[in-house]
T-cell receptor
């Protein structure tokens, strides 16, 4: 079953607002990943984080790998309608870097 | 190809029917994963291949599920005697990962998935 606690599970925001979502785990991960999934599509990788404390940006997206290696957050600035979708955090660990997913955050942007 | 390709995109099966789902990973990717995603949930791990070797099948829910990757490239997930609870999206992912290597190029890239509906 799921080992990652992701919150919030859903969000309704106004276009232009900033968004923050986070993920916590009882276990340590080597890598944290953030994916976005649109309806009927597979998850698309947004950001990958490799080191504890690392802060990485990709356009309007910013994500951080927690110091304890048990948590991560994703921020989206100045949201736009195409940001709508489900965002998943995921952690990688183990001999072959198995990916474990959170339950997802469903984001709705009101124009 | 440029990305992970899965086929078919949609499959409707009658209960008891066998199905086969195909995954073409990104060329050169050593690692291949299969995941099952139920409605409203995150993907759940099924099985892992490194080249042609199936190193982990701990997530396969029953012995009706079988996966293979005979030549270390294309993989097939087979479900025998399908049941309604097998209805889900089946996702395939691949990565460059080789054991002992951590960091860039170990990220997993996913295909669009196959939506299986068992009626």
């Amino acid at each position: 079953g799921q080992q990652l606690n992701q919150s919030p599970q859903s969000m309704f925001i106004q276009e232009g607002e900033d968004v923050s979502m986070n993920c916590t785990s009882s276990s340590i991960f080597n890598t944290w990943l953030w994916y976005k999934q649109d309806p009927g599509e597979g998850p698309v990788l947004l950001i990958a984080l490799y080191k504890a404390g690392e802060l990485t940006s990709n356009g309007r997206l910013t994500a951080q790998f927690g110091i304890t290696r048990k948590d991560s957050f994703l921020n989206i600035s100045a949201s736009i309608p195409s940001d709508v979708g489900i965002y998943f955090c995921a952690g990688q660990r183990g001999g072959y870097q198995k990916v474990t997913f959170g339950i997802g955050t469903k984001l709705q942007v009101i124009p | 190809g440029a990305g992970v390709s899965q086929s078919p995109r949609y499959k409707v099966a009658k209960r008891g029917q066998d199905v086969a789902l195909r995954c073409d990973p990104i060329s050169g990717h050593v690692s291949l994963f299969w995941y099952q995603q139920a409605l409203g949930q995150g993907p759940e791990f099924l099985t892992y291949f490194q080249n042609e070797a199936q190193l982990d099948k701990s997530g396969l829910p029953s012995d009706r599920f079988f996966a293979e990757r005979p030549e270390g490239s294309v993989s097939t997930l087979k479900i025998q005697r399908t049941q309604q609870e097998d209805s889900a999206v089946y996702l395939c992912a691949s990565s460059l990962y080789r054991q002992g290597r951590i960091g860039k190029d170990t990220e997993a890239f996913f295909g669009q998935g196959t939506r299986l509906t068992v009626v």
